[in-house]
């Protein structure tokens, strides 16, 4: 399995990007989507995940980021009001079984 993510850039608080991650299959073959990231020596850290029927945030962007996924081989991370806080490295990951594969990251840098 392959992983493009794009989308990523600079942007001013308060702004919005819609990132994007394009799989080699289609992304409704896996058991687990989700978007990651890393801030600067930082662990990186599950953001916003969809499992089965069920779609989840982490409490900091569950009001301003959304996650979604199309009948195709794309994911999406729709980010509004971003914040200083949301800049760092983000990977979209997908699962099948007990396997786990990366897209290679996309910056994403809010600065004023």
């Known amino acids: 399995v392959q992983l493009q993510a794009s989308g990523g850039g600079l942007v001013q608080p308060g702004g919005s990007l819609r990132l994007t991650c394009t799989a080699s299959e289609s992304i409704r073959s896996f058991n687990a989507v989700g978007w990651y990231r890393q801030a600067p020596e930082k662990q990186r850290e599950l953001v916003a995940w969809?499992?089965?029927?069920?779609i989840e945030a982490i409490d900091s962007v569950k009001a301003r980021f959304t996650i979604s996924r199309d009948n195709t081989n794309d994911m999406y991370l729709q980010m509004n009001k971003l914040q200083l806080e949301d800049t760092g490295v983000y990977y979209c990951?997908?699962?099948?079984?007990?396997?786990?594969?990366w897209g290679q990251g996309t910056q994403v840098t809010v600065s004023s």
């Open positions: 990951n997908v699962r099948k079984g007990w396997a786990s594969f």
């Open positions: 969809i499992s089965g029927g069920t």
